[in-house]
C-alpha cells in the first residue's frame, strides 16, 4: 500500500526509490504541477511538455539546480530572459505585475 502524502511529499518519497533520470523527470513535473502548469512568469497555462524549467538565477552566473531557484517557465519566457537577471527582464518585459513579483520572490526564498 502507498503511503498517503500529499502531492509534493509523494514526489519526494518517490526520490528515494528512483533512477536519477526518473528522479530528474518527476522532480521537473513537481515544480510545474505545484504552480498549476502556469509559467511563473507570464502566468499563461501551458501543458507538462510545453513548460521549460528556468533557473531564476542562471548557472552560468553560479544559480544552483535545486528548487528554489528553478521555476516552471514556457519556452518563449525562458528563451527571451536567458541569462538576464530576472527581476530586470521581467519589468522590462511586462507591465507592472507586483503579484507575479511577489510569486517569484516567494518561490526562491
Not at 528556468?54 to 544552483?64: L, Q
Amino acid at each position: 500500500m502507498t503511503p498517503v502524502f500529499p502531492t509534493y511529499n509523494y514526489y519526494t518519497y518517490n526520490l528515494l526509490a528512483m533512477t536519477s533520470s526518473e528522479a530528474n523527470r518527476l522532480w521537473r513535473k513537481a515544480i510545474k504541477e505545484k504552480n498549476n502548469y502556469e509559467c511563473i512568469y507570464c502566468g499563461k497555462s501551458h501543458d507538462e511538455q510545453d513548460l521549460t524549467i528556468d533557473h531564476v538565477r542562471p548557472r552560468y552566473n553560479g544559480g544552483h539546480n535545486c528548487t528554489n531557484n528553478c521555476v516552471p517557465a514556457c519556452r518563449q519566457c525562458n528563451q527571451s530572459k536567458g541569462s538576464q537577471h530576472w527581476l530586470k527582464w521581467f519589468r522590462d518585459t511586462f507591465p507592472p505585475d507586483r503579484f507575479r513579483e511577489n510569486l517569484i520572490l516567494n518561490w526562491i526564498q
